[in-house]
């Protein structure tokens, strides 16, 4: 028992990774906790599931076309010091929805501007902290660090909509906003904390032209990197659009209030959360896990469609949630390792156009069918959706391992077959080229 739970804990031995997992446990609380009110204000101001995944969709437009860019900034700078102004940053659309709430001098408008305005924040912060753990812990702790990142932001699911549930129920919806904002201050204090000289970080690239051309020029050159990026892509847009799926389901389908969509964010995060505790000594990343991974997903949106009562919602989402958090955590991972170090920042740019960018896209469209044609069938859509992808990635990387073994064959080597490791159960782990 204590050899498992050594593993599963195994980075937060390292100094600077507790400081970090600590400030990120406080901030993402405050974050679902918002998350929460923030949809819950949307819904009482407008009664519409249209204008919730239109909101939100506008919060992820910034991600969408700006994250890559701050994949960019990612590999030029310091990661830290970027996290630290954006911490800083995001404090302030907040403050602004907490202060306007508490004078009635919200309106759907202004929701709409102040989520634009946390939108172009969080398009900056995403793509350094994703790819941060990388400097953090060796290539040996990396699989179990991205997935104890995942758990941390992941347990924020579980407190946060349960605290606000209840807090908006009892006081209203600005003190969430408010102490969403302060959450933003232990980030920057274990940021600044951080020993310098335990940081290992790649070679800083200098400014110069096309550096983004680049980095989209390595990943499409590279099959083990698209092939990935693409099934988290499809599946970004069709199924992990929570905050619009999860309110509906609570609002809608099962006529409930503030509390009952608290508890089925809490049941999700949850499932993230014991999920990601269970496997995070044990997993590792390959393509074969990961297109499973996405397979396993698509059939438990099906069956959270499929839920006849809210007691059985509850439960098919607790193993949502963690079957989301492992496919999440087995596609970062994958592509830490993959991406050569120099450019790892612009990689996870692209992970996080992949993973939130694509919200203005399936948020709108899943808003719109869960109010044409209910939320059930659009979670029954949204699970087929993600089987199909996941069927064609899986079709797409056999093809690719087999033209390689095919060249490679015709070139006189010697093929070992799955030595590409392009369906192969086992993880890369090989050392770090920093």
């Known amino acids: 028992m204590s050899t498992y739970l050594g593993a599963t804990f195994a980075s937060l031995r390292i100094r600077n990774y507790r400081l970090f997992a600590t400030g990120q446990a406080v901030s993402f609380t405050g974050t679902w906790m918002q998350k929460l009110a923030q949809a819950w204000l949307i819904l009482e101001l407008t009664h519409s599931g249209a204008w919730l995944g239109a909101t939100i969709a506008l919060q992820q437009v910034p991600t969408l076309l700006l994250a890559p860019w701050g994949g960019v900034l990612a590999d030029r700078f310091s990661k830290r010091r970027i996290m630290i102004w954006m911490a800083g940053a995001a404090m302030i659309p907040s403050t602004l929805l907490g202060v306007l709430t508490l004078t009635g001098h919200i309106n759907i408008y202004i929701v709409l501007g102040v989520v634009l305005l946390a939108g172009l924040v969080d398009a900056m912060d995403k793509p350094a902290r994703q790819s941060f753990p990388s400097e953090m812990v060796d290539a040996s702790r990396l699989a179990n660090a991205v997935m104890l990142n995942n758990v941390v932001q992941d347990a924020g699911r579980v407190v946060g909509p349960s605290i606000g549930g209840v807090l908006i129920a009892a006081v209203g919806l600005a003190p969430t906003f408010f102490l969403n904002a302060v959450s933003f201050v232990p980030v920057i204090i274990t940021l600044l904390l951080m020993r310098s000289a335990e940081l290992t970080a790649p070679p800083r690239q200098s ?58 964010l809490g049941a999700l995060g949850a499932g993230s959360v014991i999920g990601g505790l269970a496997l995070a000594g044990v997993l590792s990343a390959s393509l074969g896990r990961i297109i499973g991974a996405a397979m396993v997903l698509g059939v438990l949106f099906i069956a959270t469609g499929l839920s006849p009562t809210v007691t059985t919602a509850l439960c098919v989402v607790f193993v949502l949630g963690a079957s989301s958090m492992i496919y999440k955590a087995l596609t970062s991972t994958w592509l830490q390792l ?40 659009t979670f029954i859509f949204a699970g087929a959706c993600t089987a199909l992808a996941a069927l064609v990635t899986y079709l797409y990387v056999r093809r690719v391992a087999a033209r390689d073994r095919t060249a490679r064959s015709h070139a006189g080597e010697v093929v070992i077959p799955g030595e590409d490791g392009a369906l192969d159960t086992e993880a890369v782990a090989r050392p770090d080229r920093r």
Request: charged share 15%.
């Open 338 to 377: 993959t991406a050569e170090p120099e450019m790892r920042g612009r990689v996870l740019g692209l992970l996080v156009v992949a993973l939130a960018g694509t919200t203005p896209i399936g948020a709108p469209l899943l808003g719109w069918m869960s109010e044409h044609f209910g939320t059930r069938l």
């Open 207 to 264: 400014r110069g032209k096309g550096q983004l051309k680049a980095g989209l020029a390595y990943v499409r050159a590279n099959p083990k990197l698209l092939g990935p990026l693409a099934l988290l892509a499809c599946v970004g847009v069709v199924a992990l659009n929570f905050q619009v799926l999860i309110p509906l389901l609570g609002y809608q389908t099962f006529d409930g209030d503030a509390r009952t969509v608290g508890y089925l």
